[in-house]
Nanobody
Framework: QVQLVESGGGLAQAGGSLRLSCAAS????????MGWFRQAPGKEREFVAV???????YYADSVKGRFTLSRDNAKNTVYLQMNSLKPEDTAVYFC???????????????????WGQGTQVTVSS
């Protein structure tokens, strides 16, 4: 099982940028799809983005064009670059891993078996 540790959260102003990182331990990183989810207070956890083992990326409509997900298999790390941040992006962001070779990984939270502890992102208006 992959162990995940997120970093890079914090406070940003609307229109600003943050970059989240997710460092993974274990040998299965390169064969895993990696995803980001977020959960705002009082709301359900929602899908943000996923990257397949082959670097195909998919995004929620709410972040498309503003967020970019990438991975560095040599460093066992994925990065979520968040630009043009909005107050509605405020949430705890979770990194997750899904063992699959599919070029189009599932975006359902239940299909991700490993999760990080989460990192807070707060965007002020």
């Amino acid at each position: 099982q992959v162990q995940l540790v997120e970093s890079g959260g914090g406070l940003a102003q609307a229109g600003g940028s943050l970059r989240l990182s997710c460092a993974a331990s274990g040998r299965t990183f390169s064969s895993s799809a990696m995803g980001w989810f977020r959960q705002a207070p009082g709301k359900e956890r929602e899908f943000v983005a996923v990257i397949s083992w082959g670097d195909s990326t998919y995004y929620a409509d709410s972040v498309k064009g503003r967020f970019t997900l990438s991975r560095d298999n040599a460093k066992n790390t994925v990065y979520l670059q968040m630009n043009s941040l909005k107050p509605e992006d405020t949430a705890v962001y979770f990194c997750a891993a899904q063992r699959t070779f599919s070029s189009r990984p599932s975006i359902r939270a239940l299909d991700f078996r490993s999760w990080g502890q989460g990192t807070q992102v707060t965007v002020s208006s």
